[in-house]
């Protein structure tokens, strides 16, 4: 126990958390003790994280800790405050960096109770009772303890500030609404607080409204994840033993038509072999006939060849080989044209499948996500319409009375004033073109017609090209001669997103913000090409850098 001369370290029996002796101290497993209520308060906002901490030494625990009663620490708390030494209490009620200090006090500055709007001091709570005791001194404004005493008098009448400037929005004196403030909108500062603290308290409940809704909206959230990850694991799963089940069969039915063509083949062999035989003992007998003609046909003697031919016996019936093909060999070629196409069927099925998974994945939907997918665009000049003139390194194309010196090439466009890109587009691609006048911006296969002046050759006319249609502040989207007529802001860029292999073709209005136009969802066959066509004399299309 605590001896009657010791020096005792209050701050050694005071809890960190509230800065008060401790009351019911407990030890946590890192060694530090506190408050039983207060380190429970603690833990008890932690919760919500999942993770506990020590105050002190910020020590984790992944579960909450069990707290053990300190006995002894408890023991000696006891013992400090029934000896009541007044070191302790004098270092209790000594001010600390955080506490405002008694103005008046010499030597150890003592924490201040109250301050005093009238006198502009701090007082401790042993100087203070003349406050409460004096009937002049009982007048006085106290208020809780501020550093910022003096910003509440005014520095020039040297007058607490009881008055609110609505029209300068500032807390004044009484002699400045009769000087700097004279004419201005002026009300009590307790009336003004008033009315500030029914808005504080509108404002609280909002946010509170706001707090509960975002929790809500929160909650919902989690509701979708945990959906979307559990219709996902169920998914998987399902996948998988569906493929499971699916190999199991294909493997199955491949060794039942193994088995099949084997016994057939067995079977089909097994005959012919049979007939084989008899073929062969045929022949024996034949060729054994024929040695024996041929010597009677040599015989001299007239009578003894007309005595031997009667002899000799016929020719045995011959076997019968209608089972013997003479047409081109072919038995079981049937069997894998069926197996080829059950391959090509699951084969389709299986692309389609993939198609949908295709489908599943999400599309960009701000310009920095289509960013990612820019592509600079160049022109072919082995393409380009000769009413057409290529600049700005085959970037730009200008519609131009001037007839270009191109030299003959199968891939120009004769008749229709376009240019295709030398690149080929396949996967995510985005680019933007910067348009003046009229102009269709467009896709195609690259083996769109050149040479003729027909609707086969012309960026939307054909079901090889799809475009968009830009002019003055309106849109039409054309594709295999179907006119569509699109709504969006007036802009002079558009841009162009195609995903090819989930068959998305989109065209965008860009300025400061991205609009969609018109969206296509098809099955790419083939490569695709970007593509202009400038409409008139007064039109240009440049294939900018997106940024």
């Given at each position: 126990?605590?001896?009657?001369?010791?020096?005792?370290?209050?701050?050694?029996?005071?809890?960190?958390?509230?800065?008060?002796?401790?009351?019911?101290?407990?030890?946590?497993?890192?060694?530090?003790?506190?408050?039983?209520?207060?380190?429970?308060?603690?833990?008890?906002?932690?919760?919500?994280?999942?993770?506990?901490?020590?105050?002190?030494?910020?020590?984790?625990?992944?579960?909450?800790?069990?707290?053990?009663?300190?006995?002894?620490?408890?023991?000696?708390?006891?013992?400090?405050?029934?000896?009541?030494?007044?070191?302790?209490?004098?270092?209790?009620?000594?001010?600390?960096?955080?506490?405002?200090?008694?103005?008046?006090?010499?030597?150890?500055?003592?924490?201040?109770?109250?301050?005093?709007?009238?006198?502009?001091?701090?007082?401790?709570?042993?100087?203070?009772?003349?406050?409460?005791?004096?009937?002049?001194?009982?007048?006085?404004?106290?208020?809780?303890?501020?550093?910022?005493?003096?910003?509440?008098?005014?520095?020039?009448?040297?007058?607490?500030?009881?008055?609110?400037?609505?029209?300068?929005?500032?807390?004044?004196?009484?002699?400045?609404?009769?000087?700097?403030?004279?004419?201005?909108?002026?009300?009590?500062?307790?009336?003004?607080?008033?009315?500030?603290?029914?808005?504080?308290?509108?404002?609280?409940?909002?946010?509170?409204?706001?707090?509960?809704?975002?929790?809500?909206?929160?909650?919902?959230?989690?509701?979708?994840?945990?959906?979307?990850?559990?219709?996902?694991?169920?998914?998987?799963?399902?996948?998988?033993?569906?493929?499971?089940?699916?190999?199991?069969?294909?493997?199955?039915?491949?060794?039942?038509?193994?088995?099949?063509?084997?016994?057939?083949?067995?079977?089909?062999?097994?005959?012919?072999?049979?007939?084989?035989?008899?073929?062969?003992?045929?022949?024996?007998?034949?060729?054994?006939?024929?040695?024996?003609?041929?010597?009677?046909?040599?015989?001299?003697?007239?009578?003894?060849?007309?005595?031997?031919?009667?002899?000799?016996?016929?020719?045995?019936?011959?076997?019968?080989?209608?089972?013997?093909?003479?047409?081109?060999?072919?038995?079981?070629?049937?069997?894998?044209?069926?197996?080829?196409?059950?391959?090509?069927?699951?084969?389709?099925?299986?692309?389609?499948?993939?198609?949908?998974?295709?489908?599943?994945?999400?599309?960009?939907?701000?310009?920095?996500?289509?960013?990612?997918?820019?592509?600079?665009?160049?022109?072919?000049?082995?393409?380009?319409?000769?009413?057409?003139?290529?600049?700005?390194?085959?970037?730009?194309?200008?519609?131009?009375?001037?007839?270009?010196?191109?030299?003959?090439?199968?891939?120009?466009?004769?008749?229709?004033?376009?240019?295709?890109?030398?690149?080929?587009?396949?996967?995510?691609?985005?680019?933007?073109?910067?348009?003046?006048?009229?102009?269709?911006?467009?896709?195609?296969?690259?083996?769109?017609?050149?040479?003729?002046?027909?609707?086969?050759?012309?960026?939307?006319?054909?079901?090889?090209?799809?475009?968009?249609?830009?002019?003055?502040?309106?849109?039409?989207?054309?594709?295999?001669?179907?006119?569509?007529?699109?709504?969006?802001?007036?802009?002079?860029?558009?841009?162009?997103?195609?995903?090819?292999?989930?068959?998305?073709?989109?065209?965008?209005?860009?300025?400061?913000?991205?609009?969609?136009?018109?969206?296509?969802?098809?099955?790419?066959?083939?490569?695709?090409?970007?593509?202009?066509?400038?409409?008139?004399?007064?039109?240009s299309a440049e294939f900018v850098k997106p940024e």
């Amino acid at each position: 126990m605590a001896q009657g001369g010791a020096q005792l370290d209050p701050q050694k029996f005071s809890c960190s958390i509230c800065l008060d002796p401790l009351k019911d101290p407990v030890t946590v497993p890192c060694g530090h003790s506190y408050c039983s209520n207060c380190i429970k308060g603690h833990w008890d906002e932690e919760q919500n994280k999942g993770i506990y901490s020590c105050p002190q030494c910020r020590k984790k625990f992944m579960q909450r800790p069990d707290m053990e009663i300190n006995i002894v620490l408890a023991e000696l708390v006891e013992d400090l405050k029934k000896t009541g030494l007044q070191a302790a209490a004098a270092d209790l009620c000594s001010a600390g960096p955080e506490d405002v200090a008694y103005d008046v006090c010499s030597g150890r500055k003592l924490k201040a109770v109250k301050s005093c709007l009238v006198c502009g001091a701090s007082y401790c709570e042993e100087h203070l009772q003349g406050h409460y005791e004096a009937t002049p001194l009982k007048k006085h404004q106290l208020v809780e303890p501020s550093k910022k005493l003096q910003e509440k008098i005014c520095s020039l009448h040297v007058e607490v500030k009881k008055i609110f400037c609505r029209t300068d929005q500032q807390c004044i004196c009484y002699l400045c609404t009769m000087d700097q403030h004279r004419g201005h909108e002026t009300v009590p500062a307790a009336a003004e607080r008033s009315q500030k603290q029914k808005e504080l308290e509108g404002s609280r409940l909002n946010i509170q409204q706001r707090i509960q809704e975002r929790e809500k909206d929160m909650k919902l959230l989690q509701q979708q994840m945990e959906a979307i990850n559990v219709s996902a694991d169920e998914a998987v799963e399902h996948s998988k033993e569906s493929f499971t089940q699916m190999i199991r069969l294909l493997q199955k039915r491949s060794l039942e038509v193994k088995r099949q063509l084997r016994s057939q083949q067995q079977t089909a062999v097994s005959g012919l072999k049979e007939l084989e035989e008899k073929l062969q003992l045929e022949i024996a007998e034949l060729k054994r006939k024929d040695v024996q003609l041929e010597q009677l046909a040599h015989t001299e003697d007239h009578t003894q060849f007309l005595h031997s031919y009667t002899s000799v016996s016929a020719p045995s019936e011959p076997t019968h080989s209608s089972s013997i093909q003479t047409a081109p060999l072919r038995y079981f070629e049937d069997v894998a044209a069926a197996v080829s196409e059950s391959r090509d069927k699951l084969q389709g099925i299986l692309r389609e499948n993939e198609e949908e998974l295709l489908l599943l994945q999400p599309q960009p939907e701000s310009r920095a996500v289509f960013l990612q997918y820019s592509q600079q665009i160049t022109l072919d000049p082995n393409s380009v319409n000769r009413e057409l003139k290529l600049s700005d390194g085959d970037r730009k194309v200008t519609f131009t009375e001037e007839v270009q010196s191109y030299s003959d090439h199968p891939d120009r466009f004769i008749e229709w004033p376009q240019v295709l890109s030398r690149e080929s587009l396949t996967g995510r691609s985005y680019w933007e073109v910067e348009r003046e006048g009229d102009v269709y911006v467009a896709v195609t296969y690259k083996n769109i017609s050149r040479a003729g002046g027909g609707k086969e050759c012309g960026f939307g006319y054909n079901d090889k090209s799809w475009a968009i249609y830009c002019y003055s502040n309106s849109f039409i989207f054309y594709h295999n001669k179907i006119r569509t007529p699109v709504s969006g802001p007036e802009s002079s860029r558009v841009g162009v997103y195609l995903d090819h292999r989930a068959g998305i073709l989109s065209f965008y209005s860009v300025s400061e913000t991205m609009t969609l136009l018109h969206r296509v969802q098809t099955s790419f066959t083939q490569p695709l090409h970007a593509g202009v066509w400038v409409y008139d004399s007064e039109s240009s299309a440049e294939f900018v850098k997106p940024e």
